[in-house]
């Protein structure tokens, strides 16, 4: 450094002239007299890159985050802006108690987006002329339609190359009924648990034959499902529709049938005044093993009303003690707050196990302090009570 600082300023110009511009810029940091040297060099050299490197710059772009205070109208503005600079993907989350949000028209027939999610306090008022052409992913999460006709024209037409749509219906009841035809849908998601204003009237209409991946879940059994279209390609289906069995009070359930834990699980919650659970295997010889699978007994959100309330008396024919059955079992007995009686019957287990099983069964907690347990095998002179 001490040799180059030696030499002449028109020396070092010279230098300076063959190196990048940025270098040179750079060499102002060295010391005093380096400082403003740069700004005699003859020549610099500046390159635009930015064609090459305009998706880097619009991905910065298209990130903007409004803060709490930020009214209907600035979101409206930040909208417009975003569709005259290009953007492609749109999310907007607004939570207001006063002001619906609408969406500007102009959004409505932009052909740049691709992804477009809603969510909350927005109100969605579709013009005639809707046409999104490049959207591949629509989100709608507790928005609400102005109209039915608002729906039909967005999801029957507006999108005509949609791949995935989520529909979250869990705040409100908007549209009641709505018509989904897209010939390009592949992923469906639809979650209805709005309990509120339930109507029997409510229709979803699916028309998708290039679906692969079905996902509804309706908890407030608010209508009906109608898939109007076959669906060749469908790989996966989870439909969760709720139907109650209201005046159901007395259960038999096989229990040596795959999956026959999710459906009990399923019948407990669907039957609130339910008074009598029996489950049964089949008899000797006709038996027939399930392949026992974990079920998240101590895990489950809620306990089935009737459980609470109503269950007075649980019996299990053929128990084996396995731990599946046991995790049951114990779930039944914490829960059971007006349990009278539960009784198990192990027909097909040695002698010697019978103790065993019943002394699990009587260490168990039981929610209601009036429960007797009961177990029994033949011949019914061996009784155990509790």
């Given at each position: 450094m001490d040799m180059i600082s030696?030499?002449?300023?028109?020396?070092?110009?010279?230098?300076?002239?063959?190196?990048?511009?940025?270098?040179?810029?750079?060499?102002?940091?060295?010391?005093?007299?380096?400082?403003?040297?740069?700004?005699?060099?003859?020549?610099?050299?500046?390159?635009?890159?930015?064609?090459?490197?305009?998706?880097?710059?619009?991905?910065?772009?298209?990130?903007?985050?409004?803060?709490?205070?930020?009214?209907?109208?600035?979101?409206?503005?930040?909208?417009?802006?975003?569709?005259?600079?290009?953007?492609?993907?749109?999310?907007?989350?607004?939570?207001?108690?006063?002001?619906?949000?609408?969406?500007?028209?102009?959004?409505?027939?932009?052909?740049?987006?691709?992804?477009?999610?809603?969510?909350?306090?927005?109100?969605?008022?579709?013009?005639?002329?809707?046409?999104?052409?490049?959207?591949?992913?629509?989100?709608?999460?507790?928005?609400?339609?102005?109209?039915?006709?608002?729906?039909?024209?967005?999801?029957?037409?507006?999108?005509?190359?949609?791949?995935?749509?989520?529909?979250?219906?869990?705040?409100?009841?908007?549209?009641?009924?709505?018509?989904?035809?897209?010939?390009?849908?592949q992923r469906l998601s639809i979650?209805?648990?709005?309990?509120?204003?339930?109507?029997?009237?409510?229709?979803?209409?699916?028309?998708?034959?290039?679906?692969?991946?079905?996902?509804?879940?309706?908890?407030?059994?608010?209508?009906?499902?109608?898939?109007?279209?076959?669906?060749?390609?469908?790989?996966?289906?989870?439909?969760?529709?709720?139907?109650?069995?209201?005046?159901?009070?007395?259960?038999?359930?096989?229990?040596?049938?795959?999956?026959?834990?999710?459906?009990?699980?399923?019948?407990?919650?669907?039957?609130?005044?339910?008074?009598?659970?029996?489950?049964?295997?089949?008899?000797?010889?006709?038996?027939?093993?399930?392949?026992?699978?974990?079920?998240?007994?101590?895990?489950?959100?809620?306990?089935?009303?009737?459980?609470?309330?109503?269950?007075?008396?649980?019996?299990?024919?053929?128990?084996?003690?396995?731990?599946?059955?046991?995790?049951?079992?114990?779930?039944?007995?914490?829960?059971?707050?007006?349990?009278?009686?539960?009784?198990?019957?192990?027909?097909?287990?040695?002698?010697?196990?019978?103790?065993?099983?019943?002394?699990?069964?009587?260490?168990?907690?039981?929610?209601?302090?009036?429960?007797?347990?009961?177990?029994?095998?033949?011949?019914?002179?061996?009784?155990?009570?509790s």
């Amino acid at each position: 450094m001490d040799m180059i600082s030696r030499l002449s300023d028109d020396l070092l110009l010279k230098i300076l002239s063959s190196l990048p511009t940025k270098d040179v810029v750079s060499t102002m940091l060295l010391s005093k007299r380096w400082k403003f040297l740069w700004t005699m060099v003859p020549a610099l050299y500046f390159q635009n890159d930015f064609e090459s490197s305009k998706d880097d710059y619009a991905k910065f772009r298209q990130h903007l985050r409004l803060g709490w205070h930020s009214t209907t109208d600035d979101i409206t503005i930040w909208i417009k802006i975003a569709v005259a600079r290009r953007v492609r993907k749109l999310k907007i989350h607004c939570y207001t108690d006063d002001d619906d949000i609408f969406l500007p028209s102009c959004l409505y027939t932009y052909n740049n987006l691709e992804v477009l999610k809603l969510g909350n306090s927005i109100v969605l008022d579709v013009p005639e002329d809707v046409c999104l052409p490049s959207l591949k992913t629509l989100h709608l999460l507790c928005v609400e339609f102005r109209n039915e006709e608002s729906a039909r024209r967005l999801l029957s037409g507006g999108c005509p190359v949609l791949e995935e749509f989520v529909l979250d219906k869990s705040e409100n009841v908007s549209p009641p009924c709505f018509y989904l035809e897209v010939p390009s849908l592949q992923r469906l998601s639809i979650l209805d648990t709005y309990l509120e204003g339930n109507d029997s009237d409510v229709k979803v209409v699916i028309k998708t034959p290039s679906l692969r991946y079905l996902n509804v879940v309706d908890k407030c059994d608010s209508g009906l499902l109608f898939l109007s279209e076959n669906m060749p390609d469908m790989v996966v289906a989870n439909i969760q529709h709720r139907v109650e069995f209201n005046q159901l009070v007395h259960l038999e359930l096989c229990s040596s049938v795959e999956k026959w834990c999710e459906l009990l699980n399923w019948m407990l919650e669907s039957s609130p005044k339910l008074k009598v659970l029996k489950l049964n295997k089949c008899k000797p010889h006709r038996f027939v093993y399930a392949k026992h699978i974990e079920y998240p007994w101590g895990k489950l959100s809620s306990v089935p009303e009737c459980l609470l309330l109503h269950l007075n008396t649980f019996g299990w024919n053929f128990y084996n003690g396995c731990r599946e059955e046991k995790k049951m079992v114990a779930y039944i007995l914490r829960h059971a707050k007006r349990l009278k009686s539960a009784k198990i019957s192990m027909w097909d287990l040695d002698c010697e196990d019978e103790p065993h099983i019943f002394t699990e069964w009587r260490s168990f907690h039981r929610a209601s302090k009036l429960c007797q347990l009961l177990s029994e095998r033949e011949p019914r002179s061996n009784w155990y009570e509790s």
